[in-house]
């Protein structure tokens, strides 16, 4: 943890950013927790989350469609753009 932490961290929530309070509630809904906590919860299984979807895509037992199948899975469920690279091998004859 940074030694030079602020005491608080603020989201603007005005102005078109009302969506970001929706989510904040769901989050404190979803976890249990009181909104500072789902923040912080939200944060640390973003990151969790992410790198698991990684690290199946990157399973090499996968076919390319089964791959290409699970990203437009996670596609749907999570606000990052998911590629799924080509993977070509040269089998020695």
Do not use: K
């Not at 037992?61 to 040269?90: C, G, K, P």
């Amino acid at each position: 943890m940074a030694d030079n932490a602020p005491q608080s961290v603020r989201i603007r929530t005005g102005e078109g950013n009302e969506y970001r309070l929706d989510a904040i509630d769901r989050a404190a809904e979803r976890y249990d927790r009181n909104r500072s906590d789902a923040v912080a919860c939200a944060c640390d299984d973003a990151v969790r989350l992410l790198d698991a979807i990684e690290d199946v895509l990157g399973r090499t037992d996968l076919t390319h469609n089964q791959r290409e199948e699970i990203a437009a899975r996670f596609d749907r469920a999570v606000s990052v753009d998911i590629e799924v690279d080509l993977l070509t091998r040269v089998c020695d004859e």
